[in-house]
């Protein structure tokens, strides 16, 4: 079983929606990253939580510790929207080394 | 001020052979970490250097290994290239004493 699971693997939404995307993980943590990647395989940092929500735009991010559960959210989505959104996780005692999971693939269709 | 930089973007590469892929940090930040990720699939951790010192190692095979230089860049080398290790390389850095990781363009390599 994988350290990260996230759902789903693959989302279809016309724009406007509402989407959430799940991440799940089965150790101890110091933080968790929301990634970001377009094709071509850049990769940007969305949000890094240890507790609580943040809000960036349409994009917020919570983070239950206790159910070790985040979720993702992009209100009112656009065709933009649509990448392989990636949840990472910072392991407790494990420096700067992050365990990622499998990858949300996001089309937003206009 | 210039982000992350990787080098080659591209790189095609027979089985058997070696290969240097090549990262520039943000300046100021003095901690690289390299990650490959296979087509389809999440990345997975393969180094961190941290002031020319490796602080962690991925479960990687000893062809991979990999150097921090006096100026923060960094250098990722595997020896005798299997096809398995066609993949995206990605590196990533992050200043000293915070764990928010900037992300390179990454190197595409094909082992054919």
């Known amino acids: 079983k994988n350290e990260v699971e996230q759902s789903p693997q693959n989302l279809t939404a016309q724009e406007g929606e509402f989407i959430t995307i799940n991440c799940s993980y089965s150790?101890?943590?110091?933080?968790l990253h929301w990634l970001q990647q377009h094709p071509g395989g850049g990769i940007v940092s969305l949000f890094m939580l240890s507790s609580g929500k943040k809000k960036h735009g349409r994009l917020i991010a919570t983070i239950n510790i206790q159910e070790k559960h985040s979720s993702l959210h992009i209100t009112a989505s656009h065709p933009r929207d649509s990448a392989v959104y990636i949840c990472a996780v910072r392991l407790n005692n494990a420096g700067n080394m992050l365990t990622f999971g499998g990858g949300t693939r996001l089309m937003v269709k206009p | 001020d210039a982000g992350v930089t990787q080098s080659p973007t591209h790189l095609i590469k027979t089985r058997g052979q070696h290969v240097t892929l090549r990262c520039s940090p943000i300046?100021?930040?003095?901690?690289v970490s390299w990650y490959q990720q296979v087509l389809g699939q999440g990345p997975q951790f393969i180094f961190q250097?941290?002031?020319?010192?490796?602080?962690g190692r991925g479960n990687f095979p000893d062809r991979f290994s990999a150097r921090q230089f006096p100026n923060y860049s960094s250098e990722l080398n595997v020896n005798a290239l299997l096809l398995g290790d066609s993949a995206l390389y990605l590196c990533?850095?992050?200043?000293?004493?915070?764990?928010?990781?900037?992300f390179g363009p990454g190197t595409r390599l094909t082992v054919t």
């Open positions: 990533a850095s992050s200043p000293q004493g915070a764990y928010e990781q900037y």
């Open positions: 300046s100021g930040h003095k901690s």
């Open positions: 150790v101890g943590i110091s933080a």
């Open positions: 250097y941290y002031e020319k010192e490796e602080r």
